[in-house]
Structures are given as structure tokens and as C-alpha cells.
């Protein structure tokens, strides 16, 4: 795990002249909190799976190089962002629609900390994922623990592989009650 130093990155944050770190660190709280009751366990789940399946589209769709080969490279993040987003809502469609959404509709509701824990590892998720499309000069202007949460590469392993370990293990918990 990468080494964050918490106990700096809260005071370095000034409300006062807002950085782009505060616009993270507020909607990683309040996108956690609020977007996970608002929307339930089983759909942030459906999010996260959704997240995964955008992700190996976009890292490996052979057409979207042809249309990157024509956009100037400062417009290249932007054209991924959108890429991934546009491929993430149509999945999120798509897979609310499915077989999937009903097998993860049949269980329980979960546990109140499920529902917080799972929109924490979603929104995480998706910052590290937008975070990491960004080009490393834009990057610079975010504070080190930042960088070092969201988009090194012990941060986004983690981010990546922190979902599918919770959904085993909530899982596991779930069998363990029957």
C-alpha cells in the first residue's frame, strides 16, 4: 500500500481558495454517502461491474485509435473520459436490463455499511479511473497524497482490485448468515 500521510492532506486543504483536491475529496464524501443511499447496494454493485466492463472496452477497442490518430493530443484525455463514460452509462443500461441485475436483485437489500462501503469503493473507482486519463501535467497540480491515492500504480491496483475482493467477502458474509 502506498504510504499516505492522511494527517497532511486534510490541512493542506483550504476552503478558502478551493484546489482541485477539494473538489475530490468532497465529491469522494458526499458521492460515497449520498449517490450509494440514493441508489442502493445491488445498483452500486451493477455501477462498479459496469466500471470494469467500460475500462477493458476502452483499454482495448482497436477503433478508437483511429479516431485518437485524428484528435490533437491535448484533446486526447478528453476524448477518453468521454469514450469511457459513453461506454459506461450504455453498459449501466444495458446490464440494469439483464440477467445480472435480477441476480443481484434477488438477495437481500444488504446491511447499511454494504451500501456505504460499496459506494466508497465505487466513487474511488471511478475518480482513480478518470483521474488516471489526465495527462501527467494536469496531474502535477494535484497534491501528492492525491496522486498517491488515485493515480499511482499501488493506487489504482488497489482501487481496482479493492471492489472484487469486497464483493467476495460480502459475499461470503451474506452465505454465512443463512
Known amino acids: 500500500m502506498p504510504n499516505i500521510d492522511f494527517?497532511?492532506?486534510?490541512?493542506?486543504?483550504?476552503?478558502?481558495?478551493?484546489?482541485?483536491?477539494?473538489?475530490?475529496v468532497l465529491l469522494f464524501l458526499i458521492g460515497s454517502l449520498i449517490y450509494g443511499f440514493s441508489l442502493g447496494r445491488d445498483r452500486v454493485v451493477m455501477l462498479i461491474v459496469a466500471i470494469y466492463m467500460a475500462l477493458a472496452v476502452v483499454g482495448n477497442a482497436p477503433y478508437l485509435d483511429r479516431f485518437r490518430a485524428t484528435i490533437s493530443m491535448g484533446n486526447l484525455f478528453a476524448f477518453q473520459i468521454a469514450?469511457?463514460?459513453?461506454?459506461?452509462?450504455?453498459?449501466?443500461?444495458?446490464?440494469?436490463?439483464?440477467?445480472?441485475?435480477?441476480?443481484?436483485?434477488?438477495?437481500?437489500?444488504?446491511?447499511?455499511?454494504?451500501?456505504?462501503?460499496?459506494?466508497?469503493?465505487?466513487?474511488?473507482?471511478?475518480m482513480s479511473t478518470i483521474l488516471s486519463f489526465l495527462p501527467p501535467d494536469a496531474l502535477n497540480h494535484l497534491?501528492?497524497?492525491?496522486?498517491?491515492?488515485?493515480?499511482?500504480?499501488?493506487?489504482r491496483f488497489l482501487w481496482i482490485i479493492m471492489p472484487i475482493a469486497t464483493m467476495l467477502i460480502v459475499r461470503a458474509d451474506r452465505e454465512d448468515r443463512r
Open 7 to 24: 494527517g497532511s492532506l486534510i490541512p493542506s486543504l483550504n476552503l478558502a481558495a478551493p484546489t482541485w483536491d477539494v473538489f475530490i
Open 83 to 126: 469514450s469511457f463514460f459513453g461506454i459506461f452509462l450504455i453498459l449501466f443500461i444495458f446490464l440494469s436490463r439483464s440477467a445480472l441485475a435480477s441476480t443481484f436483485g434477488r438477495g437481500e437489500g444488504g446491511r447499511w455499511w454494504h451500501v456505504i462501503l460499496f459506494s466508497f469503493l465505487h466513487v474511488g473507482l471511478l
Open 143 to 155: 497534491l501528492p497524497e492525491t496522486r498517491r491515492i488515485f493515480t499511482s500504480d499501488t493506487g
